[in-house]
């Protein structure tokens, strides 16, 4: 017994065959066999409504929209030049913490904090006797 109205057949120019599940395609609404049902293999006129791509920052790693109709390079070169957070000029100090020893101007990239006073110095005037600590008493041992 035959069920003409069981299945579709595809809709690939090249292929016509009757498939009893056929898969419709998101684009162009036709039905398609299993071999022909993506954009790519039936080359689908209105596959470009569903590539959408955005692009994202090499620098920040955040996506930058972009509208229909736009370049994305000049848009992602805009974003870098004006929203971008992440400046590749725009260098982090590493030195930032101060020796607090009237007259040192060094600099250390971690803090060194006296235990009595709380100040931070660097690594030469660390100890209480070398920056003349005058918080908590007497100094706990002579720096040597």
Do not use: W, Y
Not at 52 to 61: I, R, S
Not at 132 to 138: A, T
């Amino acid at each position: 017994m035959e069920f003409p109205d069981l299945g579709k057949h595809c809709s690939e120019k090249t292929c016509k065959q009757l498939d009893f599940l056929p898969l419709k395609c998101d684009a162009c609404k036709q039905d398609f066999c299993k071999a022909h049902f993506t954009c790519a293999a039936h080359k689908c006129p209105f596959a470009f409504t569903k590539d959408v791509q955005v692009p994202v920052c090499p620098l920040c790693n955040n996506p930058v929209p972009i509208k229909k109709g736009e370049i994305p390079d000049v848009v992602v070169g805009e974003h870098i030049d004006r929203d971008c957070n992440c400046h590749p000029g725009k260098k982090e100090k590493i030195f930032t913490f101060r020796c607090s020893k009237e007259g040192c101007r060094k600099k250390e990239m971690m803090q060194v904090a006296c235990d009595q006073c709380r100040g931070s110095f660097c690594i030469q005037h660390r100890h209480p006797l070398d920056h003349s600590c005058k918080h908590g008493g007497r100094p706990i041992g002579a720096a040597g």
